[in-house]
Nanobody
Framework: VQLQASGGGLVQAGGSLKLSCVASGNIFNINRMGWWRQAPGKQRELVATVPSGGSAVYADSVKGRFTISRDNAKNTVYLQLSSLKLEDTAVYYC?????????WGQGTLVTVSS
């Protein structure tokens, strides 16, 4: 399974970005799709995740600002980032669970400037 993430970049505080992650390969049973992030000097943390046929779960720090969605036909998960804050600066990783195996994308950098 390969995950290709895109959409990161430099944005001013208050701005928006949309991240995408496409899964390819042996993906006959994608369960959960989501996004994690890791800021410099910090541990990787969950941002948002959505199970197959279930409701999305968000970190408290992004509730009301970020929206996760998935297109099962395209094996793609999206993360709409809005009202970005300086503390949202991090490398964002997509995370996909196929069957009982978890896979990570390569990460895409989001930098929020003042």
């Amino acid at each position: 399974v390969q995950l290709q993430a895109s959409g990161g970049g430099l944005v001013q505080a208050g701005g928006s970005l949309k991240l995408s992650c496409v899964a390819s390969g042996n993906i006959f049973n994608i369960n959960r799709m989501g996004w994690w992030r890791q800021a410099p000097g910090k541990q990787r943390e969950l941002v948002a995740t959505v199970p197959s046929g279930g409701s999305a779960v968000y970190a408290d720090s992004v509730k009301g600002r970020f929206t996760i969605s998935r297109d099962n036909a395209k094996n793609t998960v999206y993360l709409q980032l809005s009202s970005l804050k300086l503390e949202d600066t991090a490398v964002y990783y997509c995370h996909v669970v196929v069957g009982y195996v978890a896979y990570w994308g390569q990460g895409t950098l989001v930098t929020v400037s003042s």
